[in-house]
């Protein structure tokens, strides 16, 4: 199973990027890596997936290294409204494709 | 699609007694997952069905806990009987294909059991 590693909570302002760094040092050939962002009160929403390289949408960018024991969701001059918890997935096919969800990085913006 | 709908929102039960959350999948999708979530064990999958059958219920803490999927368009998550540690926020989700990473949650039910 390809844990995932990421730092517990981070602190930012308005207006500045934010990168989120997330570990899955076992991840596999077949596996995809995929960001979720949750709310308070709030079920996870999908933000982002990747394989390898840079991906980039309307929200946010993943930068994955060749090697792709780690990846990288950057947010772009971040607001209040981009408190939330971001949690970094490896989807692995070989089990079905289930998400495990890990602990989650807290992101916290101040004015 | 109005999304996944789960009901109820709210349930305060007493211990001991059976409890019953519903959820609807979004119309079309393959997969659907019951999560739990706490403050201290953080989101975790409980089961997961694919066409309406069991795929991975490893999850499901106890034999107290069991989850069905009679069509498409409906499962439930039952709880029999109901205790305090069974407190927490419930989530469905589903997922369209296989191949895709992207599961849409629904609002969550959030259990109280006292």
């Known amino acids: 199973l390809a844990k995932t590693t990421q730092p517990i909570s981070m602190d930012s302002y308005e207006g500045q990027e934010v990168n989120i760094t997330c570990s899955h040092n076992n991840i596999a050939t077949n596996d995809y890596i995929t960001w979720y962002q949750q709310f308070p009160s709030q079920g996870p929403r999908f933000i982002i997936q990747?394989?390898?390289t840079k991906v980039t949408n309307e929200v946010a960018s993943l930068f994955i290294p060749a090697d792709r024991k780690s990846s990288t969701l950057s947010l772009p001059r971040v607001s209040l409204s981009d408190t939330a918890v971001y949690y970094c997935?490896?989807?692995?096919?070989?089990?079905?494709?289930?998400?495990?969800f890990g602990q989650g990085t807290e992101l916290s913006v101040k004015p | 699609d109005a999304g996944v709908i789960q009901s109820p929102r709210h349930e305060v039960t007493e211990m001991g007694q059976e409890v019953t959350l519903r959820c609807k999948p979004i119309?079309?999708?393959?997969?659907l997952f019951w999560y739990r979530q706490t403050m201290m064990r953080g989101l975790e999958l409980l089961i997961y069905?694919?066409?309406?059958?069991?795929?991975?219920d490893s999850g499901m803490p106890e034999d107290r806990f069991s989850a069905k999927m009679p069509n498409a368009s409906f499962s439930t998550l039952k709880i029999q009987p109901s205790e305090p540690r069974d407190s927490a926020v419930y989530f469905c989700?589903?997922?369209?294909?296989?191949?895709?990473?992207?599961?849409?949650f629904g609002q969550g039910t959030r259990l109280t059991v006292v």
């Open positions: 997935l490896v989807v692995i096919y070989n089990q079905g494709g289930k998400l495990i």
């Open positions: 989700a589903s997922r369209e294909t296989f191949e895709s990473t992207e599961a849409f």
């Open positions: 069905f694919n066409n309406n059958v069991p795929i991975d």
């Open positions: 990747g394989y390898k």
């Open positions: 119309s079309g999708h393959d997969y």
